[in-house]
């Protein structure tokens, strides 16, 4: 992939911009090297990319890494590497029990990362973007404080999202239909000048565990996202399956509860009425005043009394832990049968509280799954927790810099 001797100033500066998008990809993906094995590994010549690795430290994306010696003869090869901070993505979990923030750097390390507990349903849309605007605002003056280039906010949304258009067409559980909320957060966020992007929560769950997660090793896997509403977002091959529209993962409409119970879709019998974490809070709270029913209170604070709970051996809790698990198992089996991943992901709070739900899953996955062995599953559990959604924002506002690093512009030195 060098450039033609003939090629027009155009071209040039078309496969310049892939070469750099070619090395600060691979950099990411196999980590340090030196510059003769970038050249060995990516079939660009010597000369070439050491003028690649060289824009790219103007720009601040690489920097210099270790001295490696190959071998107990030669000269040691200076590495690059990444640029750890510096340049950092934005994810943002709209949940509706709190507002996540989260910034990467290009090494996908944890820069920034705030929730602020809020019963997001109550408040209204109004406030709830209101609210969300202040997150970001706070975060983006913190990282413009420490030196940090913000390269792209991605705004996860319990919702049936138009992504192209940054439009929530509907997010049940928010009480929000047709908001152009990327339009809003962009108006409101003028003065730091980034661009906000707005996708599915389970889409960027899935995405986060494929690129930083549990899901690394695999390229068809389900992320199962454990929230107020349940969705999953389905990685094949490699590729995030959006659909027609974009509205793929709607696992938690899907009609298995027989007992009809109403929904947050105005439906009855929609799964999510089995396992949706105000299922489980309320199957597990002892009273109205029960702490886990505490809105004002921290998610993972009231995970962790009915963990407490369950680890005493309190009856009433292990009962729900059982009804929820075995139902998580019939409706995952369902996307078992159907998408044959090879990774099926627990995320939000059936990764919190796995322990307990994960056997009931896979023994239901072995009985229900007509493939021998569930079609070689591995059920997962995220070690991301709820910061899932908001770290694949983070992700993916990245991604446009290792599409074209020429995004960010050269860093002016003293
Ligand atoms: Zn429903």
Excluded at 64 to 86: C, H, K
Excluded at 293 to 316: F, H, N, T
Aim: aromatic share 2%; with cysteine; proline share 4%.
């Amino acid at each position: 992939m060098s450039s033609r001797a003939t090629a027009a100033p155009a071209d040039q500066l078309t496969v310049r911009r892939s070469n750099l998008s070619l090395v600060l990809s691979h950099l990411r993906d196999a980590g340090p090297r030196s510059r003769a094995r970038i050249a060995s590994d990516t079939g660009l010549n010597k000369a070439t990319v050491s003028s690649l690795v060289a824009e790219l430290i103007e720009r601040g994306l690489v920097g210099e890494g270790e001295v490696q010696r190959v071998g107990s003869v030669g000269r040691p090869g200076q590495t690059v590497e990444l640029a750890p901070a510096g340049v950092v993505g934005v994810g943002v979990e709209v949940n509706a029990d709190f507002v996540d923030v989260t910034a990467l750097d290009l090494t996908h390390a944890v820069v920034l990362s705030q929730r602020t507990t809020a019963d997001m349903r109550a408040m209204g849309e109004d406030r709830s973007i209101a609210l969300v605007v202040r997150c970001l605002d706070e975060a983006l003056v913190a990282l413009g404080g420490t030196g940090c280039t913000v390269v792209g906010v991605t705004v996860a949304v319990p919702a049936l999202v138009d992504s192209l258009r940054g439009r929530v067409a509907l997010a049940p559980n928010l009480g929000w239909s047709g908001t152009a909320l990327a339009e809003q957060l962009d108006a409101a966020l003028a003065g730091h000048g980034v661009h906000v992007a707005v996708d599915n929560d389970a889409n960027l769950g899935a995405i986060a565990e494929h690129a930083v997660g549990v899901g690394r090793d695999v390229d068809d896997l389900v992320y199962l996202a454990g929230e107020v509403g349940v969705g999953c977002g389905i990685i094949v091959g490699g590729q995030l399956v959006r659909g027609a529209s974009g509205f793929t993962g709607e696992i938690g409409h899907a009609p298995l509860n027989h007992r009809l119970e109403v929904c947050g879709c105005g439906r009855v019998g929609c799964w999510e009425t089995q396992v949706g974490l105000g299922v489980l809070l309320a199957g597990c709270a002892t009273g109205p005043d029960d702490p886990v029913l505490d809105s004002d209170s921290d998610i993972d604070v009231r995970l962790e009394v009915i963990l407490a709970r369950a680890a005493a051996g309190d009856p009433a809790t292990l009962a729900t832990l059982e009804r929820v698990g075995i139902a998580l198992g019939l409706g995952a089996s369902v996307l078992v049968n159907i998408v044959n991943p090879r990774a099926l992901v627990l995320g939000g709070y059936f990764a919190v509280l796995a322990h307990h739900l994960r056997p009931y899953v896979v023994h239901t996955l072995l009985e229900r799954v007509v493939a021998p062995e569930a079609g070689g599953v591995e059920v997962r559990t995220s070690e991301l927790g709820f910061t899932a959604a908001s770290r694949g924002g983070a992700v993916v506002a990245l991604q446009g810099v290792f599409a074209d690093p020429t995004r960010v512009p050269a860093v002016v030195r003293a």
